[in-house]
């Protein structure tokens, strides 16, 4: 009995820790007076939990930039200059590695680009160099490494099972690969599902539990947060909703199959409709260049992105019902005046019930921030569950 007790006092512990953690997330650099407030801990709780977290590196202490009559309290918050993490984000076109301090804040000082590898030893070898170069500037400890990926990611193989837009990662698993290398520990997350943890923890999510990220950037890519959990199914492939088959005689998909959703209604779909209309290869950003410039010229292409698009969020809002559905994307998700029409055919898509329960957001999350997002999840997860 006296072990039992102090398994759940070491439990008990923990979870006041991670809830701590959860608000310096939310709230930025807190006072003890503050977290104590909005945590609604006991004052010696915070301060034993906050003690406690300053030792294993997951926060620091900075005095307050405003001075105050008698002695300020020093505030506390996520450790940025005494810790870090690396997120890697590994793509159809380009991958990105990019280190940041467990406040989650990115720069483009701290990252670094690569155009995708055509072979999975080249692509590990390329992201290894990237990530030494990165780790070889860091001063304080390094707590783990996310990596995002495309694909169907099985949580009990622990493997990207397919990828059908990015083939190399069929049946590997990079971040169990990066870990070797690397000597640090590295955690695997499906890219969709990283955009919700991230959009949840720095982003317009804050504080919500049930909402719906759609990625359509490259893939059709579903995450779905419900009670605060990432919805995974059985293996952790849920939300796969680009390989519905929308037109049967369509295009042939990187499944296999022909006319999934995913091949009318994504930016790399527009990107391919306008290639076939010039009858040349045409790269994102010449796309977005002429659909910026010249609407006019593509006005077939954009409405069949548009329409296709619309379907998709409706499915989601009308299976998934969540408060919030978040889009990303560029080239229609990136402009407001086309998601404009977008939001127009969706009323004309979805359940009216359904969707006056739901806001619709085109978020500029990306997908680096998602990847340390991951990692930071993990940490978190590691060290407590979470009491929701």
């Known amino acids: ?38 945590s609604g801990l006991t004052a010696p709780t915070v301060s034993k939990a906050v003690d406690s977290l300053l030792k294993r590196g997951f926060v620091e202490e900075l005095d307050p930039l405003e001075q105050t ?16 993490v690396l997120g890697v984000v590994i793509d159809v076109q380009t991958c990105c590695v990019v280190a940041a301090g467990l406040d989650g804040h990115v720069s483009e000082q701290q990252t670094r680009r690569l155009a995708t590898p055509k072979t999975y030893v080249e692509l590990l070898d390329a992201i290894e160099q990237q990530c030494r170069d990165l780790l070889g500037g860091i001063t304080g400890r390094v707590h783990g490494i996310g990596v995002s990926v495309p694909g169907l990611v099985n949580e009990r193989l622990q493997e990207i099972v397919f990828c059908p837009n990015l083939h190399l990662l069929d049946k590997r698993n ?13 955690v695997l997350v499906q890219e969709t599902d990283a955009l919700c943890l991230s959009e949840r923890m720095y982003g317009d999510a804050r504080g919500l539990h049930d909402f719906a990220m ?11 947060m419900s009670g605060g959990q990432v919805l ?7 939300g796969e909703v680009g390989h519905i088959t929308v037109a049967p005689d369509g295009s042939r998909c990187g499944c296999g199959n022909r006319g999934c959703l995913e091949t009318l209604a994504t930016d ?8 076939d209309k010039l009858g040349r290869p045409v790269t994102p950003d010449e796309a977005a260049a002429m659909i910026g410039t010249r609407p006019g010229d593509f006005q077939h292409e954009i409405r069949t992105a548009t329409e296709y698009l619309a379907i998709a969020i409706a499915a989601v809002i009308n299976i998934f019902n969540p408060t919030t559905l978040f889009v990303h994307g560029v080239l229609l998700a990136g402009s407001d005046e086309r998601f404009a029409r977008v939001l127009e055919r969706v009323k004309q898509r979805t359940l009216t019930a359904s969707l006056a329960d739901c806001t619709i957001l085109a978020t500029r999350s990306s997908k680096r921030q998602a990847a340390i997002a991951a990692i930071m999840h993990q940490l978190t997860n590691t060290w407590a569950p979470s009491i929701r």
Do not use: W, Y
Request: charge should be positive; proline fraction near 3%; aromatic fraction near 0%.
């Open 232 to 238: 995974a199914g059985h293996s952790g492939m849920a």
């Open 69 to 84: 009559l008698g002695r300020p309290g020093r505030l506390v918050r996520m450790a940025a200059d005494s810790a870090a």
């Open 268 to 275: 790399m779909a527009l990107v391919r409709m306008l290639a």
């Open 174 to 186: 990079p971040a169990r690969d990066l870990a070797d290398r690397l000597g640090v520990d590295c």
């Open 1 to 38: 009995m006296h072990k039992q007790n102090r398994i759940e006092s070491t439990l008990l512990r923990r979870i006041n820790e991670r809830r701590l953690l959860e608000v310096i997330q939310q709230q930025g650099p807190s006072s003890r007076a503050t977290l104590t407030r909005v």
């Open 214 to 224: 759609l990625d359509v950037t490259t893939g059709l890519g579903l995450g779905v």
